[in-house]
């Protein structure tokens, strides 16, 4: 099933396409971002498409708009029904609490493992534990 759709922003391409690929692995149908503007944007337009993402996976410091205001403008906006799983390259407490505040509801170190990965998307309630398919909470 891929009627799960996962947005991952990463400015940084290996990183990205590294998260994405596992993704898709599980059998979300996967898009990708380079900044926060970009995610911002797809986010509003599948929305708008009624292709809603139903989860972005989102780096904290990028280029153009970073993964904090971003997380807060998709998850304050009352069209938007999305989770966002903020991705870090610290484990700093002061990024934790920033994303967290901006409405992010899990936050991954990176590089984030296949085993943390799916440990989240269970988590979350986007993925059967018995079976590893895509679900929605």
Do not use: Q, W, Y
């Not at 996967?30 to 708008?48: I, S």
């Not at 904290?60 to 997380?71: K, L, S, Y």
């Not at 967290?100 to 991954?108: C, E, F, K, M, R």
């Amino acid at each position: 099933r891929r009627d799960v759709r996962v947005l991952v922003t990463d400015d940084v391409t290996p990183n990205r396409r590294l998260c994405a690929h596992m993704l898709a692995k599980f059998g979300f149908r996967v898009d990708e971002a380079a900044n926060g503007r970009e995610a911002v944007d797809a986010v509003l337009a599948a929305a708008a498409d009624h292709h809603p993402i139903h989860l972005a996976f989102m780096d904290v410091v990028m280029p153009v708009m970073d993964g904090v205001d971003a997380t807060r403008l998709i998850v304050r906006d009352p069209r938007l029904d999305v989770a966002v799983v903020g991705l870090t390259g610290n484990a700093f407490e002061e990024d934790r609490h920033k994303l967290h505040d901006a409405g992010a509801v899990d936050i991954l170190i990176k590089p984030v493992s296949k085993a943390r990965l799916r440990a989240c998307l269970v988590h979350l309630g986007f993925l059967d534990p018995a079976d590893d398919t895509p679900a929605r909470p």
